[in-house]
C-alpha cells in the first residue's frame, strides 16, 4: 500500500523551530520528488518547498527562503522540513506529496501521492 505519513507537528512559540517529516511506505522515493504544501484555515493550499530525490534539485517558496531547510534522507525513505524562525502565520496544516514525474513542482497537481498532513501551530 502506497503512503505517505507526516510527522512531527506541534504547538511552538513564534521563533521557534521545528522539523516535520514525511515517510514514505509501499514504495521508495527514488525517481520521486517531494512536495512540502501547507494549508492555513480558510486559506487556499499552497506549495512551500520541494526536492527531487537525488537532493540535487531543490526550490522554495518565497515565504520559506532563509527560514525553511528541505532534506531527504533515502536509507529512512524519508524527507524533513526544517523550519526555523517561525512566524504565527507559519500556522497550517503540513502535507507532503510524491511526484512520480522526478521534479519538484509548484503546482499541486503534479503530484501523483499526498499524506494526511500534520498540523504545526505557532501561537505565544
Known amino acids: 500500500q502506497v503512503q505517505l505519513v507526516e510527522s512531527g507537528g506541534g504547538l511552538v512559540q513564534p521563533g521557534d523551530s521545528l522539523t516535520v517529516s514525511c515517510t514514505a511506505s509501499?514504495?521508495?522515493?527514488?525517481?520521486?520528488?517531494i512536495g512540502w504544501f501547507r494549508q492555513a484555515p480558510g486559506k487556499k493550499r499552497e506549495w512551500v518547498a520541494g526536492?527531487?530525490?537525488?537532493?540535487?534539485?531543490?526550490l522554495y517558496a518565497d515565504s520559506a527562503k532563509d527560514r525553511f531547510i528541505i532534506s531527504i534522507d533515502r536509507a529512512k525513505n524519508t524527507v524533513y522540513l526544517q523550519m526555523d524562525t517561525l512566524k504565527s502565520e507559519d500556522t497550517a496544516v503540513y502535507f507532503c506529496?510524491?511526484?512520480?514525474?522526478?521534479?519538484?513542482?509548484?503546482?499541486?497537481?503534479?503530484?501523483?501521492?499526498w499524506g494526511q498532513g500534520t498540523q504545526v501551530t505557532v501561537s505565544s
Open positions: 506529496a510524491a511526484n512520480e514525474g522526478g521534479w519538484p513542482s509548484p503546482s499541486e497537481y503534479e503530484y501523483d501521492y
Open positions: 509501499g514504495f521508495t522515493l527514488n525517481y520521486y520528488a
Open positions: 526536492i527531487r530525490s537525488s537532493g540535487d534539485s531543490i
